[in-house]
């Protein structure tokens, strides 16, 4: 299987700073025959369903801010927020869905210092 | 609008078994995988199974040879069968469409599983 790994579990930044958030993967998520990483980035704010932010590991889904962003390739990947605003209060996971079984992140959580 | 609505959640016990279910609107539901992802209380999400397109099916080893994924695409529903259920499936079930990544997601239906 393989592994997500978010670091930190939780951070605090204050209104209008850049938060980021790491997640790395225990094998390569980059599939060679298109050069995509299978990669996605979740938000999900407290009593409701997880929501797409960042799909291919960087590509915006229509509707999200474009303060969120997503980089990296292979193993390493980051989700940057670049000025947080206090509705960006929420955990953010990461995904993969390379290979089954598609797994998560354990999750970081952003609050506002 | 695209929706997705589930069901079928409950209290069972130990043992038991459930069904869920999976109601999708506003979209070509046969041209979709679907999965099922699992959230217990104050914990991170878990897969738990997912469905493709031609019917194959794929499962998370914690319920493999326990839960059944389905389809019927005339009906565009998806559903979740859910024998010999444990303490450790108690849980929020997200049904969730699938282009490859999972971007429509329902808002979830509860399985507590106690005696």
């Known amino acids: 299987d393989i592994v997500m790994t978010q670091s930190p579990d939780s951070l605090a930044v204050s209104l209008g700073e850049r938060a980021t958030i790491n997640c790395k993967s225990s094998?390569?998520?980059?599939?060679?025959?298109?050069?995509?990483?299978?990669l996605g980035w979740y938000q999900q704010k407290p009593g409701q369903p997880p929501k797409l932010l960042i799909y291919w590991a960087s590509a915006r889904e229509s509707g999200v801010p474009d303060r969120f962003s997503g980089s990296g390739s292979g193993t390493d990947f980051t989700l940057t927020i670049s000025s947080l605003q206090a509705e960006d209060v929420a955990l953010y996971y990461c995904q993969q869905y390379y290979t089954t079984p598609l797994t998560f992140g354990q999750g970081t959580k952003v609050e506002i210092k | 609008e695209v929706q997705l609505v589930e069901s079928g959640g409950g209290l069972v016990q130990p043992g038991g078994s459930l069904r869920l279910s999976c109601a999708a609107s506003?979209?070509?539901?046969?041209?979709?995988?679907m999965h099922w992802v699992r959230q217990a209380t104050g914990k991170g999400l878990e897969w738990v199974s997912g469905?493709?397109?031609?019917?194959?099916?794929y499962y998370a080893d914690s319920v493999k040879g326990r839960f059944t994924i389905s389809r019927e695409n005339a009906k565009n529903s998806l559903y979740l069968l859910m024998n010999s259920l444990r303490a450790e499936d108690t849980a929020v079930y997200y049904c969730?469409?699938?282009?490859?990544?999972?971007?429509?997601w329902g808002k979830g239906t509860t399985v507590t599983v106690s005696s």
């Open positions: 094998q390569s998520v980059l599939y060679s025959s298109n050069n995509k990483n299978y």
């Open positions: 506003g979209f070509s539901f046969s041209s979709y995988d």
């Open positions: 469905i493709g397109t031609a019917g194959d099916t």
């Open positions: 969730t469409r699938a282009r490859v990544y999972m971007d429509v």
